[in-house]
Nanobody, 111 residues
Framework: QVQLVESGGGLVHPGGSLRLSCAAS????????MGWYRQAPGKQRELVAA???????NYAASAKGRFTISRDNAKNTLYLQMNSLKPEDTAVYYC?????WGPGTQVIVSS
């Protein structure tokens, strides 16, 4: 079973950028559905962006135009480029693939 580890979180000012990475323990070539979710304090975990098969990508409305999901199959890694960050983007960000979650990486957007 694939193991996932997220990295790249941290503290950033509003308007700043971060790139999150999700490293898989094995090949992701055959994984068509994988994506990023986030959970803010006191809130439910929600979709941010995901590959949903057939080359299609689904973005949450809050992420469209600011976040970009990508993948490098040669590196077995999923990425989330986050630009124009807002305080409401503060959350723990998780990677999901094949029913497995990573431990998450904390993103804090604050001045």
């Amino acid at each position: 079973q694939v193991q996932l580890v997220e990295s790249g979180g941290g503290l950033v000012h509003p308007g700043g950028s971060l790139r999150l990475s999700c490293a898989a323990s094995g090949s992701i070539d055959s994984i068509n559905v994988m994506g990023w979710y986030r959970q803010a304090p006191g809130k439910q975990r929600e979709l941010v962006a995901a590959f949903i098969g057939g080359g299609r990508i689904n973005y949450a409305a809050s992420a469209k135009g600011r976040f970009t999901i990508s993948r490098d199959n040669a590196k077995n890694t999923l990425y989330l480029q986050m630009n124009s960050l807002k305080p409401e983007d503060t959350a723990v960000y998780y990677c999901l693939a094949m029913g497995k979650w990573g431990p998450g990486t904390q993103v804090i957007v604050s001045s």
